[in-house]
């Protein structure tokens, strides 16, 4: 999202410091999970499962390839992450392709200065958050008029480019054909809806007492707003519906939520943001909390600094999974032909690494990967697989149809429409999502 309209650093920070502690209602977020006691035993619940898995090759010879998409670079104005840095995120946590999303500006073409090509073994690829999409162009953009959200999708779509709605949430009402897809899970937009955690944000006291755990526990505790995106994955079955649109995950990655606490000569502290944008200046003396932080510290000293969302963990978060055709090398064309079919699931790898997930339509012998389009009848078997024992769900145009337990799940339809599954794990207590497929399409709808 663009940080300039939702300040999302400023909304953060601004208050550290100046607020007087809150004592934040239950039930406004997930809170609960960031105790200690709990924290821990999420971490060790994961590193259970990570023992546990049972990856397996894929039955149809598809290269499973993990991407991340709607990724900022400092070629935005709200983020500083270079090329290398965010290469190495990705390397840490298996990612093999990022689609860059910068904010476009007038001094810099995103797509021409924007990053590309093979990286350390990253494919990189240039696009943009703009317009409420994530648009990612075959050609440069500059001086060509956008027009409506149907005329731009049509625009970048004609010439070969894959058009993503980003932000669903603030664009319910868009009626649009011929779109890529469709965000089903953005970062930013799960974390609007931690009140008491956003609260707990402007605590100082709570702020410094907390930065062990966000230390000692940094994804457990990031990924802690997850929720299951019941509004979005609403839009998208009624969108698929009517025609097939690719799902994709969106990390929404800046690396850009964090505070410095800089001495400033004897009397003062400056608080900045995660960009080393001056917040506010505090006076050190009559606050107690400042006067224990700077305590034998030097003037310009750095006193305390706290990163939430580095590259790492957001990336780890949450991926889209592309099944390349056999044999592919890791190309443009290939993500695109994957993007383009709606080959591909997301998954919240922060839980488990979901290599080796499986779903495909059988019928009269033939498997169908996500995303494929073929006629309805009764013998048609919907077979998935997961490399962990998991809660499996299926829903038929947006119903639930099937629930089972267990390593695989076979089911048969009855009725035509899509059919995606969602895995899911429980951690710590607690049932989370997991996988989110594409659909598979049971019926005659009018193609992509
Ligand atoms: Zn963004």
């Given at each position: ?374 006629p309805f009848h009764r013998g048609i078997s919907l077979e998935a697989r997961a490399p962990l024992p998991v809660m499996w769900r299926i829903s038929a ?52």
């Amino acid at each position: 999202m663009d940080c300039g309209r939702w300040n999302c650093r400023l909304w953060l920070w601004v208050g550290l410091l100046l607020s007087v502690s809150t004592c934040s209602p239950a039930g406004e977020g997930h809170l609960d999970r960031l105790s200690r006691s709990r924290l821990k035993a999420t971490h060790q619940a994961i590193a259970d499962l990570a023992r546990r898995r049972m990856p397996a090759p894929s039955p149809d010879g598809w290269r499973q390839v993990r991407a991340n998409l709607h990724v900022h670079s400092l070629l935005s104005h709200d983020s500083r992450g270079t090329v290398d840095e965010i290469v190495a995120a990705a390397r840490k946590v298996g990612t093999e392709v990022i689609l860059f999303t910068e904010h476009p500006s007038t001094s810099k073409d995103f797509f021409t200065e924007g990053h590309r090509g093979l990286h350390d073994g990253v494919l990189l690829i240039p696009g943009a958050e703009t317009e409420g999409f994530l648009c990612y162009p075959r050609q440069s953009l500059q001086g060509l008029k956008l027009g409506s959200p149907q005329e731009f999708a049509d625009l970048v779509c004609g010439r070969g480019g894959l058009m993503f709605v980003s932000h669903p949430e603030e664009r319910m009402n868009w009626k649009l054909s011929g779109i890529t897809g469709i965000e089903i899970y953005n970062t930013h937009a799960d974390f609007k809806d931690e009140a008491a955690l956003l609260k707990k944000l402007r605590n100082p006291l709570w702020l410094l007492q907390s930065a062990d755990l966000f230390r000692q526990y940094p994804q457990e505790a990031m990924s802690a707003l997850l929720d299951y995106p019941t509004d979005y994955l609403r839009k998208y079955d009624e969108l698929c519906q009517q025609r097939p649109h690719t799902g994709v995950a969106a990390n929404d990655a800046h690396q850009n939520v964090g505070i410095m606490l800089r001495r400033v000569g004897d009397q003062q502290v400056r608080v900045s943001d995660a960009l080393d944008k001056e917040l506010v200046r505090l006076d050190i003396a009559g606050n107690p909390v400042l006067e224990a932080l700077v305590d034998g510290r030097q003037p310009e000293e750095l006193v305390f600094a706290l990163r939430l969302d580095g590259y790492e963990h957001s990336l780890r978060h949450v991926g889209t999974h592309l099944l390349l055709a056999r044999g592919s090398e890791l190309t443009q064309d290939a993500v695109w032909d994957a993007l383009e079919s709606g080959r591909c699931f997301v998954a919240f790898d922060w839980l488990a690494n979901s290599v080796g997930f499986d779903f495909v339509a059988v019928s009269q012998g033939i498997r169908h990967p996500m995303g494929s389009q073929l006629p309805f009848h009764r013998g048609i078997s919907l077979e998935a697989r997961a490399p962990l024992p998991v809660m499996w769900r299926i829903s038929a145009r947006g119903r639930q149809v099937h629930e089972a337990e267990g390593l695989t799940c076979t089911w048969q339809p009855t009725e035509p429409g899509p059919h995606r599954i969602e895995a899911w794990l429980e951690i710590a207590g607690e049932w989370l999502p997991w996988i989110l497929s594409n659909p598979v399409y049971l019926d005659a709808i009018p193609p992509r």
